[in-house]
């Protein structure tokens, strides 16, 4: 049977599983190849699954085909293969480290923290081929909550689809501040929404040609719309956490910790920025969206030319006691944003007696959770439901 399988076609697809299985442990110098970067870490368990099918195929055609040319084929398919288990070999330790992580910052085990039905596990297979479970859930799109200067922006609301007041978690979208949306990232609003959480994803004017402060003032903005219609959207004001990825988790931060700051039970930061100084002069290297280029874009110049901008744009600067939880998740291996800075920032926390929780994906890079059933973001997931339930808490 295995016979009419070309060896040719066997080595193309040995070479195509190690291509792509190398991006795991390389990172693109350039934002143009950096997906590659990202979604490798998180395709892992079926780059696994077809490096060893090529491998397996190349076993049993051994004895009827060209033995040289399978047998290249096979020692391909070995180190692709060898590459794309990594991720999943280092995820039972990382589970544990991040449990242990959670208790000593919440106090208890995560596995003790009780979910209406949320991620049983933090990586399932079903979940890595069927997607995350979506219940059906209410929404309203395209609600106009200001309009600075001329520019409308807009929020989506998910609610469950049981009326009351509901725990509620404000969104705030990533890009660089340059770009994105509400609708980023929908499958994570969509998912908490079942789990009994309102969910209002907001817009922000975006740079270069709205520069910061426009940013934070438009959170703030949203934030006072959703108190004034609290009740209109089922809105829990007693039981509000702010979400945020990249920019969004920067001004996530911003908002939380600034003194005129809402009363938030929590703060959940996907891989934000921290402090923009540093983060200025002390870049990743590779660098694919050239940080020094982005900043200078949101500021509008450098560091020395406004120190004191660069400080008021930094949440490290607003750090003080009787802040709320924190929850902190960055790449290792993260080449936009460094997950050093968030440690950083978790230890500042803790220092000021605030609740920190840090967890720190060793293989995953900045965006991971752009693959919802990815394997770092089911991880991720399952400690931010968790997180979020254990503040949440009546």
């Known amino acids: 049977m295995f016979r009419a399988i070309s060896p040719f076609l066997l080595l193309f697809c040995s070479i195509t599983g190690l291509f792509l299985s190398a991006w795991i442990v390389i990172t693109a110098s350039t934002f143009t190849f950096y997906p590659l970067s990202v979604g490798a870490p998180e395709l892992s368990p079926g780059l696994l699954l077809g490096n060893g099918a090529i491998a397996l195929l190349a076993i049993l055609i051994w004895q009827s085909q ?68 979506l219940s059906p859930v209410r929404y309203d799109a395209n609600i106009q909550f200001a309009a600075p200067d001329g520019v409308p922006l807009k929020l989506d609301l998910y609610r469950p689809v049981e009326n009351g007041q509901h725990p509620t978690v404000v969104m705030i979208h990533g890009g660089a501040w340059q770009h994105g949306s509400p ?13 009994g959480y309102t969910v209002v994803a907001i817009a922000y004017r975006l740079a270069p040609r709205y520069r910061f402060p426009a940013q934070i003032e438009d959170v703030r903005s949203a934030l006072e719309f959703i108190r004034q219609n609290a009740a209109a959207y089922e809105i829990d004001l007693n039981r509000m956490a702010i979400m945020g990825r990249s920019a969004g988790a920067h001004l996530a931060m911003l908002a939380a910790y600034s003194t005129n700051a809402s009363s938030f039970r929590a703060v959940v930061n996907y891989y934000g920025p921290v402090d923009l100084t540093q983060g200025y002069y002390d870049p990743p290297n590779p660098d694919p969206i050239d940080s020094k280029k982005t900043l200078n874009a949101f500021l509008g110049g450098t560091p020395d030319q406004f120190p004191t901008l660069y400080q008021a744009a930094s ?24 997950a050093k800075f968030g440690r950083y920032l978790s230890e500042q926390l803790q220092a000021s007696g605030n609740t920190a929780t840090f967890l720190e994906i060793p293989w995953a890079e900045h965006a991971f959770d752009a693959l919802p059933s990815g394997i770092s973001n089911q991880l991720a997931l399952y400690y931010t439901e968790r997180f979020l339930a254990w503040t949440m808490k009546k």
């Open 315 to 338: 949440p490290i600067t607003f750090v003080r006691p009787n802040l709320p939880p924190t929850l902190l998740i960055y790449g290792g291996r993260d080449h936009i944003v460094q």
């Open 183 to 195: 609708r980023d990232n929908a499958v994570l609003n969509r998912y908490l929404a079942g789990q």
């Open 66 to 133: 060209q033995k040289r040319l399978v047998l290249v084929s096979l020692i391909i398919s070995l180190v692709a293969l060898s590459l794309s288990i990594l991720p999943l070999w280092q995820l039972p330790a990382t589970h544990q480290r991040f449990a242990a992580e959670m208790e000593r910052s919440l106090g208890v085990q995560p596995e003790a923290i009780k979910l209406t039905n949320g991620q049983a596990h933090p990586f399932s297979w079903h979940t890595f081929f069927t997607g995350i479970p």
